[in-house]
């Protein structure tokens, strides 16, 4: 049925808060609270206006970070897909890029950089580009040979090839890999307020943490889950309206 997706997300949801609330009133921590708790430590920052200030300045790196992986990390991965002497010089690098644990690199930022919006950008980057560029690259060289040579066969020409047959072929992929990215992008934007300088969330987080107002801290951290999730969901549905041919949702009993 059409709402079977939605009763299993609101299911799966009500399960992870009633096991959030059972293990804070057990409680498992005296640093870990209850859901109520959290959610009505979230509501009072709503109300004081500091959750919307925070996020004022914790969506300046990210977004400006995932709007600069996005462009050039596509653009990478279509090179890379298309050129085996590319591939070969430049795709170890995003795939150790990847795998390597890259919060690491957050001291060398900072002291290239300093500690202002610029380190925050590329930590944002650091996170989300090798992940679109490798779902981009994969794609591209996965694109069915057959396809591409009919298209040869009626004269089209190495663009027409490019914008026709190779993007429209690789653009689902290309979409799961942005996702991917934008999920890794909000992880990369929490770390560099964490590990760089405290501000917007990861302020909210480091100060509630330091006084222990632990209800405040796990309402920032879900806020921001929050946020992603609804981010992801809005790629989704778009991804879902643009390749509707390839959906793969669930048959109507």
């Not at 498992?28 to 709503?46: G, N, R, V």
């Not at 010089?89 to 919060?103: D, E, H, K, S, Y």
């Amino acid at each position: 049925m059409n709402n079977r997706p939605l009763l299993l997300k609101l299911l799966s949801a009500a399960l992870v808060f009633g096991a959030w609330e059972i293990a804070g009133r057990i409680p498992i921590s005296y640093a870990f609270p209850t859901f109520i708790e959290s959610m009505t430590a979230l509501l009072s920052m709503m109300g004081d206006g500091s959750i919307f200030l925070a996020y004022a300045e914790t969506l300046k790196p990210l977004v400006l970070g995932l709007v600069i992986s996005a462009f050039f990390g596509i653009g990478i991965g279509l090179w890379i897909g298309l050129s085996a002497r590319f591939e070969w010089l430049f795709g170890p690098i995003f795939i150790v890029m990847q795998t390597a644990p890259l919060a690491a690199l957050i001291p060398i930022l900072v002291m290239v950089y300093g500690i202002g919006l610029t380190s925050k950008v590329f930590v944002v980057c650091v996170m989300a580009m090798p992940v679109i560029v490798l779902n981009t690259s994969g794609a591209v060289r996965n694109t069915p040979q057959s396809i591409k040579d009919m298209a040869k066969s009626f004269l089209a020409s190495d663009r027409d090839v490019l914008v026709k047959i190779i993007i429209p072929a690789a653009s689902p992929i290309i979409f799961s890999g942005l996702r991917l990215g934008v999920s890794a992008g909000f992880i990369g934007a929490i770390l560099a307020e964490l590990k760089i300088t405290p501000t917007g969330v990861g302020d909210i987080i480091s100060y509630s943490r330091s006084v222990a107002d632990y209800p405040s801290m796990y309402a920032a951290i879900f806020s921001i889950i929050l946020l992603a999730v609804i981010f992801l969901n809005l790629l989704e549905k778009l991804e879902n309206y643009m390749f509707e041919g390839n959906n793969r949702g669930y048959v109507s009993d």
